[in-house]
């Protein structure tokens, strides 16, 4: 079962995710955000996850006609694996 946002809210502030050595916020590190995508279910080994990308990466591709494309933002690239996978 997967961790709602308060639950892990509360466990950064126990572990320091997020915080420095003086309680103050500070960029979560690589390993940190992917620890809480999996406490979460915010990745592709969650299958609802994976479904939702699935849909929207193919509606991206049928509806927008994209054919090659840039991700830029803070997770591992997952919304360019299934229009790959559909052979865009």
């Known amino acids: 079962m997967y961790?709602?946002?308060e639950e892990v809210l509360e466990r950064n502030k126990a572990r320091g995710y997020g915080y420095d050595e003086n309680k103050k916020i500070r960029p979560l590190t690589s390993e940190e955000f992917y620890t809480i995508?999996?406490?979460m279910g915010l990745n592709q080994?969650?299958?609802q996850y994976r479904r939702m990308f699935d849909k929207f990466s193919k509606w991206v591709v049928r509806t927008?006609?994209?054919k090659?494309?840039?991700e830029i933002g803070s997770?591992?690239?997952y919304f360019f694996v299934f229009p790959q996978q559909a052979g865009a």
């Open 45 to 47: 080994d969650n299958p």
């Open 37 to 39: 995508s999996c406490e």
């Open 75 to 77: 997770g591992p690239g």
């Open 64 to 66: 927008l006609k994209v």
């Open 3 to 5: 961790l709602k946002i």
């Open 68 to 70: 090659t494309g840039l």
